[in-house]
């Protein structure tokens, strides 16, 4: 496979505010071959010291001078917002390759044009012109043995690659247990094998999940071991059929709300005992990753997965009832901060070696860092879902279905009684209004799909962890201490002092945008829809009480 090698150094466009501001579509060409197997072996960047700070956070900057970097998970929310900050802040990154696979019949040519397309890299386009060109593809899967990489692939990847992020992973809380160990656990332990034979090594950064330990409730920074060794999961979901794994699946899965959180604590424990012989190794514990809060764009979010897509309904006015204890933590981090928290772990955990390291076995340079919100910032689901409903009055969608209102239940029996009168009853009337025009119904399937991610989430809306922090807080000022006075900082990890409420209204308006793709143009129009609606509601409720007190009279007189 070949390219062309790409430049080293892009320089800004001095005009970029302009060309933002204007919308620019124009879009770069992508470079779809992956460079041809270099003879040429770079050194790893040597590791900064303090006398490098010339210039806001350059010692990070400087960290990533000419670094060949390796991301999988890349098409992902996450690994899309992790390329676009490394194009933009580390400019004078080398070149980034990106483990793409074939995908719903398109190939990985055409899923890294639709990559590098995306509306996420236009600030990338105006700021620095040319940098998408450093991005290479290559085919590959986490799923398959030896990451399904072709034999030059791994070569040219062994030989080259300095800095490797992990970020690949299925998300999916329903996902059967042999799925979720191939793709997180297995396929973490294929990410360290890959490593391993890297000669110019300097750290592999994994993306984990605060929750690896979810059926723990005081998560410290440091890997912890189950009853059960990755190894053994591992090699029963490759030899034993799926009737019996769905058998042993319950057992194994233990104080664990679903296979997603299970996966991702083995995949930890797969990086502390193979990661022996690494440089370094970090893994980063995000929360609940939620919409951007500043970069690239304020309230940015492509997809309704997890706690966006119930936000969403809120505003929607399709989810009205919810079991939640308003009162709980909901420990949710903005995707920029998690993505600066990646960039900065992989230069603190290569120049400063931990002095105490992620568990009892101090032979694998490892260090974890909880990257969550609760312990410096907590915010309350009852908060949350208020502020949500707060905005979404104030900005509404074209798509509004109902008054946005909704009441947190911690009974499952008033929850599900409410379900069926203020959910399942309204859409059967609107899915037979539909059928008489002639129209295909399609109430009772969104309810039942909304349902069902509220369900999932469940767990974790009525339960409350405390995270530890104390890699975090190191991190947080080391990364202080680097930057100018005077000088604005790139990189945000203390989210000490966001502002809940200005972002969950960014937030609210990133949904509208980018996920509804509602145009300001309708503002307008959903505001009066909104009102109409609040009428409606109020008649309903009107209606309701006289029948109520009918009923009551009636009952009386007998």
Not at 175 to 201: I, S
Not at 220 to 232: G, I
């Amino acid at each position: 496979m070949g390219t062309t090698k790409a430049e080293t150094m892009v320089e800004p466009n001095n005009n970029s505010a302009e060309c933002i501001s204007n919308n620019l579509k124009a879009k770069v060409e992508p470079d779809i071959e992956a460079p041809k197997k270099s003879t040429i072996i770079n050194p790893p960047p040597a590791p900064p010291t303090a006398a490098t700070n010339l210039n806001s956070c350059s010692v990070v900057e400087a960290f990533y001078d000419d670094a060949i970097i390796l991301v999988t998970g890349a098409t992902g929310f996450l690994g899309k917002a992790l390329l676009e900050k490394l194009l933009r802040s580390c400019s004078r990154v080398s070149e980034i390759f990106v483990i793409i696979r074939p995908k719903r019949g398109r190939s990985i040519e055409q899923r890294f044009t639709e990559l590098v397309e995306n509306p996420v890299f236009d600030r990338l386009r105006c700021e620095y012109p040319g940098a998408l060109n450093k991005i290479h593809p290559v085919k590959g899967d986490v799923g398959l043995p030896e990451l399904g990489l072709s034999l030059e692939d791994r070569t040219m990847l062994m030989q080259r690659v300095t800095i490797v992020f992990h970020s690949a992973a299925t998300v999916r809380f329903d996902e059967p247990l042999k799925t979720a160990v191939n793709l997180n656990t297995r396929g973490t332990d294929r990410v360290v094998d890959l490593c391993k034979g890297m000669a110019n090594l300097v750290c592999l950064v994994h993306v984990s999940t605060a929750y690896s330990n979810a059926d723990l409730r005081d998560i410290q920074e440091m890997v912890y071991s189950t009853k059960v060794k990755p190894q053994t999961v591992m090699d029963m979901c490759e030899n034993l059929d799926d009737e019996t794994m769905a058998i042993l699946e319950k057992k194994l899965m233990g104080k664990h709300p679903n296979t997603y959180t299970l996966t991702k604590g083995l995949a930890e424990q797969v990086l502390l005992t193979k990661g022996v012989g690494l440089p370094a190794v970090a893994i980063v514990r995000p929360s609940i990753v939620c919409a951007a809060f500043q970069e690239p764009y304020p309230g940015w979010v492509d997809n309704v997965c997890g706690i966006t897509g119930i936000l969403m309904e809120i505003g929607r006015g399709t989810i009205r009832s919810i079991v939640c204890q308003p009162q709980c933590v909901v420990d949710i981090v903005p995707v920029d901060y998690v993505v600066d928290t990646l960039i900065c772990a992989a230069w603190h955990i290569s120049t400063s070696r931990p002095q105490r390291f992620a568990a009892e076995a101090d032979t694998c340079p490892l260090r974890v860092y909880n990257c969550t919100s609760g312990s410096f910032n907590p915010v309350r689901w009852g908060q949350m879902g208020d502020l949500t409903r707060k905005y979404a009055i104030e900005s509404p969608t074209k798509y509004v279905m109902w008054y946005p209102h909704v009441t947190y239940r911690s009974s499952q029996l008033l929850h599900k009684v409410a379900v069926a009168i203020l959910h399942f009853l309204p859409a059967f009337v609107i899915d037979l209004i539909l059928r008489c025009r002639g129209s295909k119904p399609k109430m009772i399937k969104m309810t039942k799909r909304t349902l069902k991610a509220a369900k999932n989430g469940e767990f974790f809306a009525v339960n409350e962890w405390y995270f530890h922090v104390e890699n975090m807080k190191e991190l947080t000022k080391c990364i202080k201490s680097s930057v100018v006075d005077g000088a604005q900082p790139r990189y945000n990890v203390d989210i000490a002092n966001l502002n809940w409420e200005t972002y969950v209204n960014q937030y609210v308006l990133g949904i509208r945008k980018y996920v509804l793709k509602d145009s300001p143009d309708t503002l307008g129009k959903a505001r009066s829809k909104l009102n109409k609606l609040y009428w409606v509601r109020r008649f309903t409720q009107l209606m309701s009480l006289y029948l109520l007190v009918k009923i009551i009279t009636r009952a009386s007189a007998r």
